[in-house]
Nanobody, 122 residues
Framework: QAQLVESGGGLVQAGGSLRLSCTAS????????MAWFREVPGKEREFVAT????????YYADSVKDRFTISRDNAQKVAYLQMNSLKPEDTAVYSC???????????????WGQGTQVTVSS
């Protein structure tokens, strides 16, 4: 089993930056892909970014490409999402997820964190 805990959310002005962290606990981490999704009320949870175990395979949603960077520290069991040039439309609850392979599909991930709120003011 594994638990994922996100941190780093908050309120930021448009154009600003935030770095989210996702810390994993438990034995189920080795070899796993990590991902970030986001959700706003009334909309489906959407894919943001994913990174494979070695960090070589990375995918981003088109809406965040060139602004967000996903990374990981396997020794510390942490995944990060560096968010730059934030826009009001980035406002959402951001959740991290863990699964056996990189995927842009929610169902590919079996472990989820509770989420952290990111609010971008205009």
């Amino acid at each position: 089993q594994a638990q994922l805990v996100e941190s780093g959310g908050g309120l930021v002005q448009a154009g600003g930056s935030l770095r989210l962290s996702c810390t994993a606990s438990g034995r189920t981490f080795n070899g796993q892909a990590m991902a970030w999704f986001r959700e706003v009320p009334g909309k489906e949870r959407e894919f943001v970014a994913t990174i494979g175990w070695t960090g070589v395979t990375i995918y981003y949603a088109d809406s965040v490409k060139d602004r967000f960077t996903i990374s990981r520290d396997n020794a510390q069991k942490v995944a990060y999402l560096q968010m730059n040039s934030l826009k009001p439309e980035d406002t959402a609850v951001y959740s991290c997820a863990m699964g056996p392979r990189v995927s842009t599909v929610r169902s590919a991930y079996g472990f989820w964190g509770q989420g952290t709120q990111v609010t971008v003011s205009s």
